[in-house]
């Protein structure tokens, strides 16, 4: 899918932003992860959940399914994750996301990452290869800067201008993006 | 506990929202209450749980307990509930609640509860005498309006004309508080 240009970014942009819950690492069992819908960088006009497995390779087809069948589907604009591994390593193909969806995608983190951290890593896991070429196809990671913090993000689906301008919109409280902050507490604040 | 009186209400005063999530009734089972903090109407800055019986009677002690041991308790000034059934008939004692936490809290509706037909409901639960007496013990109904709409609030710990200030400063995207509209929807979307 190319790259979307948007004709105009309303300040009431519906964005999806998502993080995982807490897990214990290296386990076998499912993590709940939470979408957030938000109008802009304000407020918050629905919350989904599905479930994927600690380190298993369903991410990307799980979180699809919750978007494509949630009744705010259609309002949303753009998808927004807290980087692209969830539980542990269940990795999100963002390029894939952006396909089955429809919908840009943006992964932003606050620390770099670590790409040789993650391939060795990866090692010793099964589906090794699979999982390395889903790191990959999220394309470069760019240094950006957002209220004088720097974020790292990769994306899919449209330019880099629109990205930045709709992460700085919606980066109303914190120098991140709100959906991001906010999917991060909800996920976060509901598992033990 | 005698009603508190505010010196002065901030505008970023922190106040904890609760509902629960959803669930099929009359089973057995537990259901998760989620709890989230915001500053006054608009920003959230946190998110907590706890989980309470189907028709059970842990409620009161349940929130209590979440609330106390929270890192977000030294900054909380409210408790607002939305009505005191949750989980069915799990009733909160709002009188109780305040007692064991040291603040004030406000049980909003938008449907005048009817007493008469939750008496009658009781009638099939155990210890149905107790949760007459917890429905009773949450006292007056006032009928408020808020933003043109008509609310129904119980309150324990603080003063009417107070209460009347909190919610209308915190009713900043409909007529009813941001935190119990959102306690709402991460609730119930993150439930099955």
Request: proline share 4%.
């Amino acid at each position: 899918m190319s790259a979307k240009n948007f004709r105009i970014i309303k300040s009431e942009i519906r964005v999806l932003g998502i993080d995982d819950g807490k897990f214990i690492p290296h386990t076998q069992g499912n993590v709940i992860v939470v979408g957030v819908v938000f109008r802009g960088g304000c407020w918050i006009d629905g919350v989904m959940h599905t479930r994927i497995a600690i380190d298993g390779l369903d991410a990307t087809e799980k979180l699809a399914s919750m978007i494509n069948t949630s009744p705010h589907r259609r309002q949303l604009r753009l998808i927004m994750l807290n980087g692209v591994t969830f539980a542990g390593f269940n990795l999100v193909d963002i390029k894939a996301l952006n396909s089955a969806t429809g919908l840009p995608v943006i992964a932003l983190t606050r620390e770099k990452p670590d790409l040789e951290a993650i391939h060795q890593a990866l090692q010793n896991l099964p589906d090794n290869e699979e999982r390395w070429r889903i790191v990959l196809a999220a394309g470069e990671i760019h240094e950006i800067t957002c209220r004088g913090s720097k974020l790292y993000m990769e994306m899919a689906g449209l330019s880099g201008a629109d990205a930045l301008k709709i992460i700085e919109l919606t980066s109303t409280r914190s120098c991140f993006p709100e959906p991001l902050r906010v999917a991060h507490l909800i996920a976060s604040g509901i598992t033990p």
